[in-house]
């Protein structure tokens, strides 16, 4: 069943949106939250746990101190207070996800909370984002649901449970309602996940790869008439796991309950997963007891206390903050405002920083992110960093135009080779036989030919008119199916025709 | 705190996968509910001065080095569980439980 929607427009015409997120982060450390198991992505199932992770009877937890560090931090980074003291609530719930039937996490005391962060809008308006709190807890092991539709709950006959992820160290940071946004909404939302993703990326506390869940977004929404200070019920979207994804999620619940609301009836408060498949959300179900967690003090953990000393050394440990290291980076790269600004809005500032670290110069790299690699993304539907193009794929493809082996339009179909998974660029110029054709005498049939068919067009190049020449070219590039070298031909055609260059 | 009934066991129990008879049911409604009696009893102790307190040990920051220690083997892990496929735990469809 398709919910209603109404167009954005009018429902930003009608009504006021409110926002919130829970941005769950993974922290890479070496091991699990409370366990020594190994914290690693995509091993053999079931192998990288032990008796802490499955939940085994009678096992105690004990902190992993670099995931506390870690997390103080992301609070400090989000310009939050740190508590003197805090502990660790256990989150009642049943659900094969955890083996222990509850979640260790924070309840009323917090590790971080009273925070902010600045996000800058695609146009460089800063809009605060207050934090409501980071809190420390465990990540749930891998449900995938078998039988039934493609993988989904829904009708699924069974599910197979991976406990690799159980246990590994999480940071949910929470932020405050977000009022005010209008009409910008969808784009805050990506703006502060984006945000949050590049500041523990920063901080080197997250490998920040959303494609591997290592950021994952709850995003909730809520509309009001306008000059209304209630706010409106609110849905929670789950599962939003891709910077496009949030900003299309967020549109699209906003157009959604603009419908509701406007039928008359009440929004339902709910979990709304998230479809990237068709783009949006559906009814989810509540998790079993989810109106109880029946929260308690963690009596298998001993509480965290935080000396001012510790805080102020992690403190000094921290990197220059994103916006400091953008103005940085701009000036080591050279870019304008304006290119700099396309680059941050098209999400590949890091893939650039990495190009440029793997060999490329600056302007190179923003070359080929911006004019190959971004509008390919667009086409294929993901984030440019997620279309899996190695920054030595680029300078290898760089190297080989700067060498004369290819041309640039050669170099864009390597590229598209390597997307398609033929192989190295070297492997793809060899198999798909793309090499600049330097050898003067085919070139030359291909000149004479061109000038013969086109007479006219030889006398303006004999006359001196010398931008002429393009047609020329584009006859011989024709002629050998883009394999020419054009600075070779242009050459050979003003010989040929006995004019100086 | 509230008192504890035959349904709430019997509403846990689905919850856990754990079948019980009407006779389990009945005996273990009977002694959860002293025990929940019991600890209404410290509530009952503790006045207002007496702050909450999750530990009884003054211990803060019992932490561990992030080091990598001992793992199972898929095989160990899933010995035990009640039904497996392919080195994963295999369970009941979940959505039309409860």
Known sequence: MTDATLSFEEAMEKYDPVLGFEVHVELNTKTKMFSSAPNVFGDEPNTNVNEVDLGMPGVLPVVNKTAIESSIKIGLALNCKIAERCRFARKNYFYPDTPKNFQTSQYDEPIAYDGYLDVELSDGTVFRVEIERAHMEEDAGKLTHMGGATGRIQGADYSLVDYNRSGVPLVEIVTK????????????????????????????????????????????????????????????????????????????????HAAVLDSGEPVTQETRHWHEDTRTTTSGRAKSDADDYRYFPEPDLVPITASREWVEELRATLPEPPAARRKRLQADWGYSDLEFRDVVNAGVMDEIEETIAAGATATVARKWWMGEIVGRA???????????????????????????????????????????????????????????????????????????????????????????????????????????????????????????? | MAAINRDDVAHLAQLAHIEMSAEELDRMAGELAVIVESVKSVSEAAGDDVPATSHPIPLTNVFREDVVGHTFTAEQSLNGAPDAYEGRFKVPAILDED
């Open chain 1, 378 to 501: 667009k086409t294929a539907d993901v984030d440019p960093g997620q279309l899996g193009v190695a920054p030595a794929t680029i300078v290898e493809l760089n190297q080989m135009v700067e060498d004369g082996k290819i041309n640039n339009k050669m170099a864009s179909e390597v590229l598209d080779g390597v997307l398609a998974g033929e192989g190295t660029p070297a492997e793809i110029v060899e198999k798909r036989g793309l090499a600049v054709v330097s050898d003067d005498a085919p070139l030359l049939e291909a000149i004479d030919a061109a000038l013969a068919a086109q007479p006219d067009v030889a006398d303006k190049i004999r006359a001196g008119k010398l931008q002429a020449i393009g047609a020329i070219v584009g006859g011989v590039m024709k002629a050998t199916r883009g394999q020419a070298d054009a600075g070779r031909v242009k050459e050979l055609i003003l010989q040929r025709l006995g004019v100086e260059g």
């Open chain 1, 177 to 256: 309602p977000i009022e005010g946004a209008g009409s910008r909404a969808p784009e805050l939302a990506k703006a502060y996940v984006a945000a949050v993703r590049e500041i523990v990326k920063n901080l080197g506390v997250s490998d920040a790869k959303m494609e591997r869940g290592n950021v994952r977004c709850d995003a909730n929404v809520s509309l009001r008439p306008h000059g209304r200070e209630r706010f409106g019920i609110r849905s929670e979207t789950k599962n939003v796991n891709s910077l496009r994804a949030v900003e299309h999620a967020v549109r699209y619940e906003i157009q959604r």
